[in-house]
């Protein structure tokens, strides 16, 4: 407290003497027990009055030892128990978190990571995945500002995930501890297999494999690709010492329509101590119809560029470009891209009047909107020739199909002409317009269905910038070009509309991700959020059933199967307050990417070692690994000196003593009539 403080405290001190003194004392004759109590209280009464009007400030400072945190990170992947490590690792984990040493410099702190990284002191070794980047990232964010070291006991395989080795700060040590025989093995694997999800009946499919080999002699393999009992491809392939890889490219032919299941296999005469990898099943369907896109325009435009690219990362699409005046049946297309109309375009509009293509009309500060309100009447333009830039708004509430927002909001703004758009009553907005964050209530990307002919506007050119946007954020253009698939989707498909409708692939490899998303819409074809949405899974060889609730999300309901072993399923999804039910079929391959392995990662552990300047130790040497933790001048505890300072009004019983001391001086002098 201030030297000023203490002066008014001893004033309040005073102060309270002289008016108890006064009341009680000063000429009274007859001074007894009684006035001496109640002088007490008064005295009370007043002090405390006066130091809650003083307020002063009591500080108390304490001290506080942080140690340098000690993360002890365990591989929690399927793999380590394929290598046989699972009791080493479980070993050296136990001697480092009780290591009293450690314990007393470090703050020692335990994790595990396969897919996911979460804090953990129990490890079951049943991670289907392993995500080392995660460690990384987690790491970061736990302890943003600190310096400190890492151990990291792993086979250091990683199966997902972007490179570890420059995910961890370059300034923070890290020190692997390797799971595994490092013995060199003799191992032939297929590494990874090529092929789209989807091929067309009567064409031929590439399929691309690597393959890897392990060994220190010259040997030959046997590749083959079969379907059943039949082999429908098969080719000799010599390794070497210097000769360690292979890159195979095999066409097959896509004779059946469906989901046509392939095995790909690798033999050799040499013994192996893991042949799970010599085999990789993978699965196809085959599909008799692909889409075509005309994108009509008499621009060239980036756009144009972007579209065709997004559209056929999907296989089933196929997009041709053309002008106005060039195209001739319109009814050779499923879906035709009408990039910013001009009056040229009016034969174009003409002629579709009677063929009933579904059209996507793009329009920017190009577009003829006189000519495009003469030809739909599902948006009314009436537009200026001044230039405006329109920011998308995500409208979570549109049920045409399910989408997820990628970021939207996030994304450039496109340029179109200012002026006001209407939209009629049978349009959908999947996004409404902004200018510079102030709402326009108008679309930017609508859908309209009228009479069994579907349509879509964007309103505003340069989306090319979104799929840009959406790659820098993202580092894939995976997401824009789904959103676009969608769109496609949509206008080449003249189905009625469903009150259930369930979205879900129809083949996943055994590992991956199994969600499975429906939206149910009532009669007037509105989500409806109140809806009691079941799945039942049933196993097509074992009968084994299973029932599960769909959980909301922010535009569908959805399920997570992740778990489910690899073969045939079927489900049932069903809409238990109508009844509504839609019957699905999908297959899990068996394919285990922990098992793929037949030796630790040690190459990859020593540059992430030298990368952060850490160093990478063999089981055996786990004792060294402590020593020179624990010897290491650069992390020291550090002593912080904390100091609180509490107002006295906050001590809640300086106020309970002043009600105190004042009922009680009131209630004595009522009860010996002094009042």
Do not use: C
């Not at 407290?1 to 002066?7: A, D, E, V």
């Not at 066409?251 to 095995?263: D, E, R, T």
Request: no cysteine; charged share 20%.
């Amino acid at each position: 407290m201030t030297t000023s403080t203490i002066l008014f405290i001893l004033l309040a001190l005073i102060i309270a003497a002289g008016l108890s003194f006064y009341q009680y004392f000063y000429k009274n004759n007859s001074i007894s027990k009684l006035t001496w109590i109640l002088a007490s209280l008064r005295f009370v009464s007043v002090f405390a009055i006066l130091l809650l009007l003083i307020n002063p400030i009591l500080r108390s400072k304490t001290f506080e030892t942080i140690k340098t945190p000690l993360p002890i990170v365990v591989d929690n992947s399927s793999s380590v128990v394929d290598l046989k490590a699972n009791a080493t690792a479980l070993a050296l984990y136990e001697k480092l978190s009780s290591n009293a040493a450690l314990q007393e410099k470090f703050e020692v702190q335990s994790y595990r990571f396969d897919a996911e990284f979460e804090t953990a002191t129990a490890f079951d070794f049943k991670g289907k995945q392993t995500n080392i980047e995660e460690v990384a990232k987690n790491l970061k964010s736990i302890y943003r500002n600190a310096a400190f070291p890492t151990i990291m006991i792993s086979d250091g395989n990683q199966t997902i995930g972007n490179d570890y080795v420059y995910s961890f700060d370059a300034n923070k040590k890290v020190y692997p501890l390797v799971l595994g025989d490092t013995t060199t093995f003799l191992d032939i694997k297929i590494a990874q297999l090529n092929v789209n999800k989807y091929a067309f009946h009567k064409n031929k499919f590439p399929v691309e494999v690597f393959l890897n080999y392990a060994g220190t002699k010259s040997i030959s393999a046997d590749f083959k690709i079969s379907q059943g009992n039949t082999i429908l491809n098969t080719q000799t392939v010599s390794f070497s010492p210097e000769k360690k890889s292979a890159i195979l490219n095999v066409l097959l032919p896509a004779n059946q329509v469906g989901l046509q299941i392939f095995k790909a296999s690798i033999t050799s005469r040499e013994s192996e101590k893991n042949t799970y990898n010599n085999v990789k099943n993978f699965a196809v369907e085959v599909i008799d119809q692909k889409t075509n896109i005309a994108i009509i325009s008499e621009l060239n435009h980036p756009d144009i560029g972007a579209l065709k690219r997004a559209i056929e990362t999907n296989s089933q699409r196929k997009v041709t470009i053309v002008k106005p005046n060039e195209i001739k049946s319109l009814s050779d297309y499923n879906v035709l891209v009408l990039y910013q109309p001009s009056s040229n375009f009016k034969a174009v509009f003409e002629s579709n009047a009677i063929a009933g293509v579904n059209t996507f009309i793009i329009t920017g500060v190009s577009t003829d909107f006189a000519l495009l309100n003469q030809y739909q009447k599902s948006l009314v333009f009436k537009m200026s020739g001044q230039r405006e830039d329109y920011m998308g708004n995500f409208q979570s509430q549109f049920n045409l199909f399910a989408l997820d927002d990628i970021g939207f909001d996030q994304f450039p703004p496109l340029q179109n002409a200012f002026g006001t758009i209407t939209a009629n009553a049978n349009v959908s907005v999947l996004l409404s317009s902004k200018i510079r964050n102030i709402e326009t209530n108008a679309p930017l990307l609508a859908f309209s269905e009228n009479q069994g002919k579907r349509g879509a506007f964007l309103l505003g050119e340069n989306i090319w910038k979104w799929r840009m946007q959406s790659h820098i954020d993202t580092k894939s253009y995976e997401k824009f070009d789904v959103f676009a698939d969608k769109i496609i989707q949509y206008l080449s498909s003249n189905n009625s509309k469903k009150s259930l409708v369930v979205n879900h692939e129809r083949f996943y490899n055994s590992g991956d991700a199994i969600e499975i998303a429906a939206q149910y819409f009532n009669k007037n074809y509105e989500l409806d959020e109140k809806a009691r949405l079941t799945i039942s899974v049933t196993n097509k060889l074992t009968k084994q059933n299973k029932k599960y609730d769909l959980l909301r999300s922010s535009n569908a309901f959805k399920v997570n199967l992740d778990g489910l072993p690899a073969g045939q399923y079927q489900f049932s999804v069903k809409e238990l307050n109508s009844n509504t039910v839609y019957n699905g079929s999908f297959e899990i391959l068996d394919f285990d990417i922990e098992k793929q392995f037949v030796n630790p990662d040690l190459k990859k552990l020593q540059q992430l070692a030298a990368q952060t300047q850490g160093a990478v130790y063999m089981p055996n040497q786990v004792d060294a690994l402590i020593q020179s933790l624990v010897e290491n001048p650069n992390y020291k505890a550090i002593e912080k000196a904390i100091v609180r300072k509490t107002p006295l009004i906050d001590f809640v019983w300086l106020l309970v003593l002043v009600a105190i001391t004042l009922g009680s001086e009131w209630f004595i002098r009522k009860y010996n009539g002094l009042l």
